[in-house]
């Protein structure tokens, strides 16, 4: 079949809106019409180059939701007309990773899904016969999508696309990294770096374990209002004080009990576990770094009991826990709305990565 995609052909280019030829689905995979997507800053992290595992060309975006159109041979958990959130974290339940209980980075797919492949080593859409990669095996930036059966959450049909397909990414990512990673207990004094798509979700899961302290730390000023309408009690603003680290052990009596990295830059990483509280201080790295990027600090920082962890979509078992996501935004138990500050066209996507690089946006959607 022919589906409408925007096709990132090259690093650092804009993205084109082309007819794409779209094979239908082999054994245990899924025929998906995308109904939303939202833009993550990972999808812009890919399009820069920065993206070790970046392939071009390809169909971008991992954050979506839509409908099943067909399912391929063998498929038994969906059928036609499921709503469904595709799952750059799969679950297969079956794997070594799965089995283990101790992770979400379920690997059944994991290698053929970063060399932009389907699990048979081969890709479904094509242009004139070329080609074009899958992305985080999920490809939202595309119409319709095939997708393996393992990495589909079917959810509740009463959820509105525009606003649960943030749940494929940023919500999940965001709020587990609070319950599933870091379980942030009642009380705790939590640090957020970067109050972004991310970071603002963090921001409303520490409020809702009922973190005491919540502090925000953003070099953009018009951060500050949308973070604390989200829960945020402290801003920081990096230009404004001396030492960011200095000003948070300050108002945390000795350091946070938590902090987490949403910005993806190696210099706020060493911040964010500098800041945490000696002997048991944990900071929880979120942020994607470029390609090259190390991180740094004196060991002594662990030795003295604080430990650094990291965080993929939030720790969250996607079959398992998006579902329920779902069902609490239904319940109005966290907001997602307000997050979601443009809608677009599939043909204005370009403007989406335009409002991210310039601040302007929280979230934009693209709705199809
Ligand atoms: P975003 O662009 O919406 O937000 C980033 C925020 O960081 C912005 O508010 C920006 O002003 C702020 N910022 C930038 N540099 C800063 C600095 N030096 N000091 C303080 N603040 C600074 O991005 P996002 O969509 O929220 O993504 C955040 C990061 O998380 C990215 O690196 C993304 O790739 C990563 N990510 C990781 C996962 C995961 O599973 N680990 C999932 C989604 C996104
Ligand atoms: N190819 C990238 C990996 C970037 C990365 O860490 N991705 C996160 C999800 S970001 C979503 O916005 C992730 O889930 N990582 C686990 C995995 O298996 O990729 C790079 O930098 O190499
Ligand atoms: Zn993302």
């Not at 397909?165 to 990673?181: D, K, R």
């Not at 970067?194 to 018009?222: F, S, T």
């Not at 398992?320 to 709305?337: L, R, S």
Request: one cysteine or more.
């Amino acid at each position: 079949m022919k589906t409408k995609a925007a096709i990132a052909w090259k690093a650092g280019q804009p993205l084109t809106i082309e007819e794409v030829e779209l094979e239908g689905p082999k054994a245990g995979e899924v025929l998906v019409e995308i109904k939303a997507t939202g833009i993550c800053h990972t999808d812009y992290y890919t399009l820069s180059g920065a993206d070790p595992e970046g392939i071009f060309p390809s169909i971008l975006g991992h954050e979506g939701a839509g409908v099943v159109v067909d399912v391929g041979p063998g498929v038994t958990s969906l059928r036609k007309d499921d709503h469904v959130i595709p799952l750059y974290t799969p679950e297969c339940r079956q794997c070594k990773f799965c089995l283990s209980q101790k992770t979400n980075l379920c690997q059944a797919i994991r290698s053929t899904q970063g060399r932009g492949l389907m699990p048979d080593a081969t890709s479904r859409f094509s242009i004139d016969g070329q080609p074009i990669y899958h992305y985080m095996g999920t490809s939202t930036f595309s119409n319709y999508i095939v997708v393996p059966e393992i990495a589909l959450a079917k959810v509740r049909n009463d959820a509105p696309f525009d606003k649960i397909c943030y749940i494929g990414c940023g919500v999940t990512t965001g709020i587990g990294a609070v319950i599933f990673t870091a379980k942030v207990e009642a009380g705790a004094n939590v640090v957020v770096f970067g109050l972004g798509g991310i970071g603002l979700n963090v921001i409303q899961a520490a409020r809702m374990v009922g973190a005491d302290k919540i502090i925000g730390v953003d070099l953009n000023p018009e951060r500050e209002a949308m973070a604390r309408k989200f829960g945020m009690t402290h801003f920081i603003n990096p230009t404004q004080v001396e030492n960011v680290v200095d000003a948070i052990v300050q108002l945390t009596d000795g350091g946070a009990d938590y902090s987490f990295e949403c910005i993806g830059n190696v210099n706020t990483m060493r911040q964010a576990l500098e800041c945490c509280h000696k002997g048991w201080g944990k900071s929880i790295i979120i942020g994607v770094a470029a390609a090259g990027q190390e991180i740094a600090t004196r060991p002594f920082q662990l030795v003295t009991g604080r430990e650094w962890k990291g965080s993929a979509f939030g720790g969250a078992r996607g079959r398992t826990d998006v579902p329920k996501i779902v069902d609490w935004y239904m319940e109005n138990k966290i907001n997602i709305d307000d997050l979601i500050t443009h809608h677009l066209p599939l043909d204005r996507i370009n403007e989406g990565f335009d409002l991210m690089k310039s601040g302007e946006s929280i979230r934009s959607v693209v709705v199809y």
